[in-house]
């Protein structure tokens, strides 16, 4: 079918008045997830997936992709208001935004994430639709080494996400790296410290982490400081975009959505490393490189987009090959099949109206999401004149209710307390938590994939060189650690990694 | 005279108790009801909970909720409902694992037949021999000869320690008497997708996985595990007619905490067989390559038959292979 007439039968199911609603209740619903820290995307369709039983299978699947990428614009909110990110993706959001908060201009950072992943998701939606098949069949050439050479260069360049000590940035990835491996060994079953607790199997909670080591520290810190606990920011500079922001923001937008649509296409982890990713380009390309960490736009503008681009294309494996690329696909699978169809490389040709349908919602999620979210700003910005004492108790209460919500494992709840306490002792030595949650995320999937990569390559270790998508990345990355040592560019590097006192 | 007023007290709570509890047998259930899934939202365990879960509502007359608890093989939520309060409120979805647990972790807080009351039986979803689609062998005889011939070069993929895509590896390794080359995963959806992308070579997976990808094409299907040949892959032959002797399926049971009140299990028992002969389940069941089980299969005996049968079973298997998790 020529591409024009799937996309207006698309439009026709996605425009039905009972599905804008379906679509509007998701997005609706996502972004009120998003925004309490803690309860997640999965959570909430996980809850939701018994009432979409008495839903047609268009209705049902409509809602519940908009509960997933409303959720991505209402993660962000938390994460630049309270430094609370509610995902991984989120995480980067917090270093930039919340510094943009507390100067007056969570209005600008919100506002900034809302339009950069309107435009992304926008392009990414569109990529769905002209190119999904082509660009499943290419994430399929992904195998483990592949996979294992990504990560490398994602972790190589991203230790740009540190604005403080190169050495204490290591550090604290390496930290995150041993946290990751907490949890049952995937390979051989046997538990790495989990000193003999059971909940422990499934490994830490990042969520539980995250919210730990970001808002709870975040917190503690703010506590000892007699003249700023009343109210958190105290005058809020406008809320709108100035033309100077503007101007900064066009350039991280597109590059995100770029790096964000790209990546969000491979099922094997790749979403993950989009916000990273697009930080550490912003921030190499920067010409003010010092400003990120203290409130730059562009740290804000970039991996929002990303992020939003990769939610957007990681519908692709999914849609047209039937393969879940993380938990929340997974659930989408199980929904799939609650509606008596089974996803799998024939939906697009068995369902043209659910497929076309639910990617033409996908835009028009988009629009309601950008509607909704820019009045909202000013009400955002307001919460943050509750006065510290009443804000910060309800924050810790609702992270430990969304925490516990997702397994019922009451350790989740305990990691909360514990890493609050560890991310406040990392603080007062001048440690930054966001390279430890990297190496916390991507630590196990460079683990596995290594492994798997030597595994199947019988302990050849030239797989990694044989393979060219494999040599190409790791090619990559060995530059970028030569540009980083190389004398020349010394004096570059020092703009980069300015320390802190 | 204070004593008095306090034993008094205390025996008018015992009578109201004592009374309230049988009262309460008969009018069971008057509030909702929770099935424990030991495994994460959205996956094949949980879809056949929640497709049963939503008849039984309807016949129960009070909402059967489907509640996740992932975690360590299914062993986390299993726990749970083995010490949960034994009112029938609480009630555990379980799969083949629950008879594989005992061998695997060799630290098992819960006896899987000593505190649990079985309810029944619920279906048993076949899987299938597929491989990727360049895979050399095209059929049945020719997969037993490559494998013996080849052995560890050949790569066999499965979702992790304990899943069923490894049980049945073990079994066709056992059956085929050759040693394949292992690759463990994280779930059946990301096995699947290195065997459709051609990085691994073969997977023993549910048909809930599998047969959308072989009704495609993606991948190349040898046989399925079951007695007799599935409705909607009628021209893929069992492993039997192929000269395979492996036969598995990984079987659903439900259960309540051991020392449910007899009245209670007889309830949901019933509720169970109604669920199992509705329209709606059986056409779903069969969308996911599975049938329900007989009337007489779906009943305490039934199941602890099979859950003791397979405990034995798994024993050896599990044993030989030296594998744990723990």
Redesign the interface.
């Known amino acids: 079918m020529d591409i024009i007439a799937s996309l207006g039968l698309g439009f026709s199911v996605a425009l039905d008045p009972i599905n804008i609603l379906y679509c509007f209740i998701g997005v609706l619903l996502g972004t009120l997830v998003g925004c309490l820290p803690g309860i997640g995307p ?1 959570a909430t ?2 809850m939701l ?2 009432i979409t ?1 008495s839903l047609s299978p268009a209705g049902a699947l409509i809602m519940l992709a908009g509960i997933y990428y409303g959720a991505q614009y209402g993660g962000s909110t938390t994460a630049i208001l309270i430094n609370l990110p509610g995902e991984s993706s989120s995480a980067v959001t917090a270093i930039d935004g919340y510094q943009m908060a507390k100067q007056g201009r969570a209005g600008q950072a919100l506002a900034t994430a809302a339009l950069g992943s309107f435009f992304a998701g926008t392009v990414a939606t569109l990529l769905l639709a002209f190119f999904a098949p082509p660009l499943a069949r290419a994430a ?5 080494p592949e996979y294992f050479a990504l990560i490398v260069l994602g972790l190589l360049v991203s230790i740009a996400l540190a604005h403080g000590s190169i050495l204490k940035a290591l550090g604290m990835i390496v930290l995150g790296l041993l946290l990751g491996m907490v949890g ?1 060994d ?6 790495r410290f989990t000193f ?1 607790i ?2 422990l ?2 490994g830490l909670n990042f969520v539980s982490v995250a919210v730990g080591v970001f808002g709870v520290a975040e917190i503690l810190r703010n506590l000892e400081d007699e003249k700023s606990r009343d109210v958190m920011v105290k005058s809020v500079k406008g809320l709108w975009l100035s033309m100077t922001d503007f101007k900064r923001i066009i350039a991280p937008v597109l590059r995100g959505t770029v790096l964000g649509s790209l990546l969000g296409v491979l ?2 982890g790749g979403h993950i490393l989009s916000s990273f990713a697009s930080y550490s380009a912003e921030k190499r390309l920067s010409k003010t490189p010092e400003e990120f960490g203290r409130g730059a736009i562009e740290g804000v503008a970039g991996p929002e987009s990303a992020n939003n681009a990769a939610a957007q294309t990681s519908f692709i ?1 999914l849609l047209t ?4 690329a993380h ?1 929340v ?7 799939f ?2 509606q ?1 169809i ?5 939906v697009i040709n068995d369902q043209p109206a659910l497929f076309w349908g639910i990617i033409a919602s996908m835009w028009i999620g988009n629009v309601l999401l950008v509607l909704l979210n820019l009045p909202l700003i000013g009400l955002w910005v307001k919460m943050l004149s509750i006065p510290y004492r009443a804000l910060f108790p309800a924050i810790v209460l609702f992270a430990c209710i969304g925490c516990f919500s997702i ?3 009451i350790y989740d709840v305990y990691a909360i307390g514990f890493f609050g306490v560890v991310g406040y002792v990392l603080i007062r030595f001048g440690c930054e938590p966001a390279p430890l949650l990297l190496g916390f995320v991507l630590g196990p999937l460079l683990e ?1 994939h290594l492994r ?1 990569a030597m ?2 390559s ?1 302990g050849d270790p030239m797989v990694f060189l044989e393979r060219p998508i494999s040599a190409t990345l790791l090619g990559l990355a060995l530059l970028a650690v030569i540009i980083a040592v190389l004398p020349g560019i010394r004096q570059k590097r020092k703009e980069v990694f300015v320390e802190e006192d | 005279m204070k004593k008095t007023a306090i034993t008094l007290a205390a025996g008018a709570l015992l009578a109201s108790m004592a009374f309230a509890g049988s009262a309460f047998a008969q009018d069971y259930p008057t509030k909702p009801i929770t099935v424990v899934v030991p495994f994460s939202a959205g996956g094949p365990t949980d879809t056949v909970a929640r497709l049963v879960a939503e008849v039984m509502s309807q016949d129960l007359g009070q909402q059967v909720v489907v509640q996740n608890v992932g975690g360590a093989g299914g062993t986390l939520g299993a726990g749970q409902v083995a010490v949960a309060q034994n009112d029938g409120y609480t009630l555990l979805l379980h799969h083949i694992g629950m008879s594989t647990a005992p061998t695997l972790y060799r630290s098992l807080p819960y006896d899987p037949t000593t505190d649990f009351a079985p309810i029944g039986l619920i279906t048993s979803v076949p899987m299938t021999l597929v491989a990727r689609k360049d895979f050399e062998p095209n059929t049945m005889a020719e997969l037993l000869d490559y494998v013996k011939a080849n052995g560890e070069d050949i790569t066999y993929a499965h979702a992790g320690i304990g899943s069923a895509s490894q049980l049945c590896g073990m079994l066709f390794m056992n059956a085929v008497d050759a040693q394949m080359t292992t690759v463990p995963y994280q779930g059946s959806g990301p096995a699947m997708t290195d065997i459709i992308g051609g990085q691994v070579d073969l997977i023993c997976d549910q048909t809930t996985n599998t047969t959308s990808q072989i009704q495609a094409g993606e991948v190349k299907a040898y046989g399925v595990t079951s007695p007799e040949r599935l409705g909607n892959l009628p021209d893929l032959a069992t492993t039997a007619e192929g000269g395979l002797e492996l036969e598995i399926g990984v079987w659903h049971g439900l259960y309540a905490p051991a020392g449910t009140d007899a009245a209670i299990i007889e309830r949901l028992e019933a509720a169970l067989q109604v669920a199992l002969a509705n329209e709606t389940v059986i056409s779903r069941f069969a969308e996911l390559g599975t049938v329900p089980v007989t009337a007489e299969e779906a009943t305490p005996a039934a199941l602890t038959e099979t859950l003791t049968s397979q405990i034995e079973l798994w024993k050896g298997v599990i044993e030989a292979a030296g594998v744990y998790a723990d």
């Open positions: 999965t369709i996980a997936l018994p039983f399929l050439n992904f195998g483990a049952q995937i390979y051989t079953g046997q538990p003999g059971r909940e199997y499934s099922p094997g494996p090959l039937g393969i879940p938990p696909m997974a659930l989408m699978v199980g929904a099949i609650l008596g089974t996803p799998g490389p024939n397994n019922q494992n596995e798997r595994i199947i019988r």
